[in-house]
């Protein structure tokens, strides 16, 4: 398979605006066992500017460039095929290197396990862990790894979780290694509406061996089950935070399968 995007985008975030523009090339080859590798390119030009009312100490206001490689390995048995998955996984495992406004190598794993506990009940455990070996500094904040949000860990706001900047407590500023890890037990309720119980648990590091405390979050939540795409409502408490963290009690969310 060949992915081409080209693109340019205009993203208000926490405490500044991202303006990335540039292209991507993804080449992929199928492998023993439903493995499947993938090689991709990154060129981006991408400017950062700090959004009205923000005094940060962090370097928002910047211009540079983007010039990476990704290699990744990646294995979806999960099944059905179609609708919410009932057994199987999906797995990737990989690694971006090149520059990108600093030195970029970042290495990512990834396991998404569905397992059956009986005819109805289904446990999902979502794992995800992504390192830098390097301080977060290295890199511009649009490049790092951040906690928080709809398809992340629920019970806090987008970015809402983690570090945030020394003279402005509203902007987070991310870390250069993140471990994030959902529990979900599903369990079908009407036709395509299953109900969700559900806790996540999230650890951000400024580098790899410096980590905050982990964040704790529970919650319950409804799937609507459209074939190739879900649609989640949850409601969400965080049980762990610290005195800065921004919480978030509703969040909505869209996992397609295509």
């Known amino acids: 398979s060949l992915l081409t995007r080209l693109y340019y985008q205009m993203l208000l975030l926490p405490g500044y605006q991202a303006n990335p523009g540039g292209g991507q090339v993804e080449w992929g080859h199928p492998l023993d066992e439903d493995w499947a590798r993938y090689l991709r390119g990154r060129l981006e030009a991408v400017k950062l500017s700090h ?10 206001d910047r211009v540079y460039g983007v ?17 919410m998955p009932r057994q199987g996984s999906r797995q990737s495992y990989g690694v971006e290197a090149g520059y990108a406004g600093g030195p970029m190598l970042d290495f990512e794993a990834l396991r998404d396990q569905y397992r059956p506990l009986s005819e109805t009940l289904t446990w999902r455990l979502y794992a995800l862990a992504n390192m830098m070996p390097y ?42 290694a993140k471990i994030l890890i959902k529990n979900e037990l599903i369990r079908p309720l009407y036709g395509p509406i299953s109900g969700v119980l559900f806790a996540d648990v999230g650890m951000l590091g400024e580098s790899p061996v410096n980590w905050q405390m982990p964040r704790v979050s529970t919650g319950v939540g409804l799937r609507f089950d459209m074939k190739q795409m879900q649609v989640g409502l949850d409601l969400a408490a965080p049980l762990v935070k610290q005195g800065n963290d921004q919480t978030r009690f509703f969040h909505f969310s869209l996992e397609s399968r295509f």
């Open 51 to 60: 959004r009205a009312g923000i005094k940060a100490d962090e370097t928002l």
């Open 67 to 83: 010039a990476t490689l990704r290699l990744r390995y990646e294995q979806d048995t999960r099944e059905p095929a179609t609708g």
């Open 135 to 176: 301080t977060r500094d290295m890199v511009p904040i649009n490049e790092r790894q951040f906690l928080g949000g709809n398809a992340d860990m629920r019970g806090f706001a987008y970015r809402g979780a983690g570090y945030f900047d020394l003279k402005d407590n509203e902007v987070p500023i991310g870390g250069a």
